[in-house]
């Protein structure tokens, strides 16, 4: 994610990649890592769910999308990671 403002965001996904106004995200924050002991591979990143959003803008290399819902307690972060759950092809 790029920019937070109010229920406002910012993604660094765009037309190039596919995005499209209508689109679904969920934005949210890496918890625990998970490790391969014997290789110390990474086999997994737990991501929590802070909010949900819906693509309103789209560019070339970038987005904005609207807060739809979010989880109580949580706030939004430019660290959070952005993941495309519907997009509008599939609705």
Do not use: P
């Amino acid at each position: 994610m790029v920019k937070v403002s109010g229920n406002t965001v910012y993604i660094n996904l765009g037309k190039s990649l596919g995005i499209m106004v209508g689109d679904r995200i969920n934005i949210s924050y890496e918890g625990e890592t998970i490790v391969d002991t014997k290789t110390g591979e990474i086999l997994e990143r737990e991501l929590i769910l802070v909010a949900e959003a819906r693509v309103t803008r789209v560019k070339d290399k970038l987005s904005e999308a609207i807060i739809t819902s979010k989880t109580k307690g949580m706030a939004v972060s430019e660290e959070d990671v952005v993941e495309v759950v519907t997009s509008t092809l599939e609705d």
